[in-house]
């Protein structure tokens, strides 16, 4: 085996190497987020992992397939080191390095030898009093490293907390439907209304009728053209950049589409009483979600978990007329503004309240019934292929989203006025 061999051998383990400590840190990066947050890893993630994992266990038979050449290399860079050695003391004993004087009398002895004609002490005054050229970095900018350290700074948020509430339902065909009643059976008291029960008289009768909601799967996807040398030669990887961004993108707009359908399935909004930030005071917020949970018994017939979702624009409103100080007689525990993020972030009235961006900056908040409202979601996931012409990978991430509202007076929108 040559040295070319080797060196080819080595820069190939090298990259196994490389890629399989990027695809773990990928996989570690994922997980920990996930518990920075106090969650479990989301469908997203869940699926970059197992394609992250099954990535590493093809380098690693890539590994045993250049294992036989791994004594060779070793023996390889022995050689080397011990020649870099030989090479390092001949050195030495060329040049002997810098001349360095212990004392002024020391320097004086050598002036006046070599001014006496003593060879030696002409060259140690010649090499002492040598200019020295400075070199700096600057200098050699084709052998200083540009290094990168830590994880792409990329700030987005792919949490799903209305969809996760609301929970994905999966998605049967292109188009389906959810029987839904709309006129119920009658029972009332035999008789004419007022009077007295009346044996043989004619009990009420009315049919029951049951309607249909069309659901329709709505595609969300997006794709990107990556060259080869951008997937093998970056560092970190830009391909499992890419596709997490995708699939991050992909979380993003389908919360916004439920969030969007939740917003809208109240046709009369409830506004706040008063104007501006005079509307904000506990006791209108309590006293709105006190009628809102009447009126959405009324609609699904306690159905479904009462929830609050408010967009982060609120937060000020909502989180500083709660504030977690001395609670034990408010209608809540209280938030805290460290740790206000897209999820759940406390309750009011025993409301759970959930923060999502994909909601309207305007809109105060939505109190909805999860009976009221369904999510239906099939993903589709990552798509890959090779363009051997341009050297290139297109890598697309989609999947298939639909909301649908079953109950709309089961959603109540809060807003103001101003």
């Known amino acids: 085996m040559t040295l070319t061999d080797v060196s080819q051998a080595d820069s190939m383990i090298v ?34 992992i197992a394609d992250a994992r099954s990535r590493i266990e093809e380098l690693d038979l890539q590994l045993d397939t250049v294992s036989g050449s791994r004594k060779a290399i070793a023996d390889a860079r022995a ?15 060329v040049d002997r390095g810098e001349v360095e004087y212990r004392s002024t009398g020391e320097y004086i002895v050598d002036a006046y030898q070599s001014s006496m004609g003593n060879r030696e002490a002409r060259e140690r005054i010649e090499v002492y009093e040598r200019a020295a050229a400075h070199q700096k970095t600057s200098d050699n900018p084709g052998i ?14 792919g949490a799903r907390p209305l969809v996760t509430a609301l929970g994905v339902r999966p998605l049967p065909s292109a188009t389906w439907y959810r029987p839904k009643v709309t006129q119920r ?20 009768s009315q049919k029951m009728t049951i309607s249909r909601v069309t659901g329709n799967a709505v595609t969300y996807g997006g794709y990107v053209n990556v060259s080869r040398q951008d ?11 890419i596709v997490q961004d995708l699939a ?26 008063g104007t501006g930030s005079a509307a904000y ?79 309207p ?21 990552q798509l890959q292929v090779v363009e051997p012409s341009v050297l290139g990978v297109q890598v697309a991430y989609a999947g298939y989203f639909t909301p649908m509202v079953i109950e709309a007076t089961g959603v109540y929108k809060i807003i103001n006025a101003a």
């Open 248 to 273: 991050t993108q992909y979380a993003i707009e389908t919360e916004k589409a439920a969030a969007t359908a939740l917003d809208g399935a109240d046709g009369t909004p409830f506004e706040l009483a």
């Open 144 to 157: 200083v490293p540009d290094p990168i350290i830590g994880e792409v700074v990329n700030f987005v948020d």
């Open 79 to 93: 050689r080397a080191a011990e020649v870099h050695r030989d090479l390092a003391k001949d050195r030495r004993q």
């Open 185 to 204: 059976t009658l029972v009332q008291k035999q008789g004419a209304a007022g009077a007295p029960a009346d044996e043989k008289a004619e009990l009420v």
């Open 231 to 241: 997937i093998d030669l970056s560092s970190p990887s830009a391909f499992d950049i």
């Open 281 to 359: 005071t506990a006791a209108a917020l309590t006293s709105t979600l006190w009628t809102a949970a009447g009126e959405i018994y009324t609609a699904v017939k306690g159905a479904g978990r009462l929830m609050l979702a408010v967009p982060p624009a609120m937060l000020g409103n909502w989180g500083q007329l709660f504030a977690p100080v001395n609670p034990q007689n408010a209608q809540s525990a209280g938030f805290s503004a460290g740790d206000f993020a897209q999820g759940l972030m406390g309750s009011i009235s025993g409301i759970p309240v959930i923060v999502s961006a994909g909601l």
């Open 361 to 381: 900056a305007t809109t105060v908040g939505v109190v909805f019934s999860t009976a009221a409202v369904e999510v239906y979601e099939q993903r589709v996931g």
């Open 15 to 48: 990259r196994i190497e490389k890629d399989q400590a990027e695809k773990s840190a990928f996989i570690e990066s994922l997980i920990g987020a996930a518990t920075d947050q106090s969650r479990d890893l989301t469908t997203n993630e869940s699926q970059l």
